[in-house]
């Protein structure tokens, strides 16, 4: 039966790490992959962290099972994170998930399994989003989700509310939007909140890079708002990106409802994740969990994202100081958050960017902006100059 399985299109980005890898070209650059790097290209382990696993190396005294919900050590540290400190939790419950992807796929076959059938969601968006709509069956529902100035289009995700029904779910990037960069402003998030609290939609938050764009709380500020104005909603989150934990996929999902239905409504993420990945892996939300609850780790921790964001900015900063690359305009680059970017470029455009200059991006335009340097980023805009004359 196997056999009857069609040819599926490897995936464009692990493919683009190939061509990089390949190219002899010293002066090439690499804005594919959605990873963060220093100024000199590399993506280290955070100090915070290494303190963290040699001190689980030291104190750990089992392998043993954790169950279905991970380390729930790990899920209630990190709701300061997330919701501020002091929030109210006696609405909110968590587990630990395989990274922000695992929380996605678990809020969407959640919401599923509680009666939704749409899922309304701003493009472009995370490619994976897609896919796992897809994949669980349900029907997707577009709106654009940038205007052509580089703003949020707050009006077309307004009018798709407007249309919305029960059994609909709404996904929503909580900060650092990926891959545009582009995202609400808080007086965009307070109107935002308000449609939903009167809304029969089900709000999904993908909280994937806190800390990266203008600040933990300053980040964090629209799923608060949406939090506090709905009575149910699912929050995505993860730990990959703000501790630098990639391979071991570190995520959480919350879910928040009344308190007599969230027992209930935890059993049947419990029961997915089991059906789905038993547990989720523990070495990594084990670290972060002994970063939060140790003070100065906790403090070396939040020094080293302060660290990340900033080089973001500074090279959002450079890019919109050069004004123009050609027929581009460079300058919104400047008013947007986290490490991605959308660069309004043809496919012969691309092509021609890593033929002649050694510059890779995704397909779509896409660009990875921690992939930028003081000292690549005239090549950079030198190239986009050449490929749009």
């Known amino acids: 039966m196997l056999d009857r399985l069609n040819q599926q299109p490897p995936d464009a980005l692990l493919a683009l790490i190939k061509l990089y890898d390949a190219d002899p070209r010293a002066d090439k650059i690499d804005l594919g992959v959605g990873v963060y790097r220093t100024s000199d290209g590399g993506t280290p382990v955070f100090a915070a ?3 963290a696993e040699r001190k689980l190396v030291e104190e750990q005294d089992s392998k ?3 169950g279905p919900e991970g380390d729930m050590g790990f899920v209630h540290a990190l709701m300061p994170i997330v919701l501020g400190e002091g929030a109210a939790t006696d609405r909110i419950d968590g587990m630990q998930t395989p990274g922000g992807t695992g929380a996605v796929r678990l809020a969407l076959a959640l919401a599923k399994r509680a009666g939704v059938s749409r899922v309304l969601m701003g ?4 490619p994976n989003h897609a896919q796992i709509v897809a994949d669980l069956g349900l029907e997707l529902v577009t709106f654009d989700h940038a205007t052509a100035d580089g703003s949020a289009d707050l009006e077309a995700l307004k009018a798709a509310l407007a249309t919305a029904r029960e059994g609909d779910a709404v996904l929503l990037h909580g900060c650092c939007h990926n891959p545009t960069g582009v995202d609400y402003t808080d007086a965009q998030w307070d109107e935002i909140a308000a449609v939903l609290g009167s809304s029969p939609v089900l ?3 993908d909280l994937a890079y806190q800390g990266l764009g203008r600040g933990l709380d300053e980040d964090a500020y629209g799923a608060r708002k949406v939090l506090g104005a709905v009575g149910e909603a699912l929050l995505a989150y993860s730990c990959d990106k703000n501790f630098g ?9 919350y879910v928040q409802a009344d308190a007599d239905v969230l027992g209930r409504i935890m059993s049947n993420g419990l029961a997915l994740a089991r059906a789905n990945w038993s547990m989720p ?3 990594g939300a084990a670290a972060v969990r002994l970063v939060l609850e140790d003070a100065a780790l906790t403090a070396k921790w939040r020094a080293e994202l302060d660290e990340m964001r900033g080089r973001i900015g500074e090279v959002r900063e450079a890019l919109a100081t050069k004004a123009t690359a050609g027929t581009l305009d460079l300058t919104p680059y400047g008013r947007q ?7 309004p470029l043809s496919k012969e455009q691309i092509q021609g960017l890593r033929d002649d200059h050694a510059i890779y991006m995704a397909g779509s335009g896409r660009i990875n902006v921690a992939g930028l340097t003081s000292g690549n ?6 190239a986009l100059a050449d490929v749009t004359a």
């Not at 958050?337 to 660069?343: D, T």
């Open 377 to 382: 980023l005239g090549k950079f805009t030198a």
């Open 49 to 51: 962290i290494k303190a």
């Open 245 to 253: 934990l990639y391979r071991d996929r570190v995520g959480a999902l």
């Open 123 to 126: 493009v472009p968006s995370w």
């Open 203 to 205: 709000p999904i938050i």
């Open 64 to 66: 043993a099972y954790l």
């Open 337 to 343: 958050f986290g490490m991605f970017a959308m660069l």
């Open 281 to 283: 892996p523990d070495h």
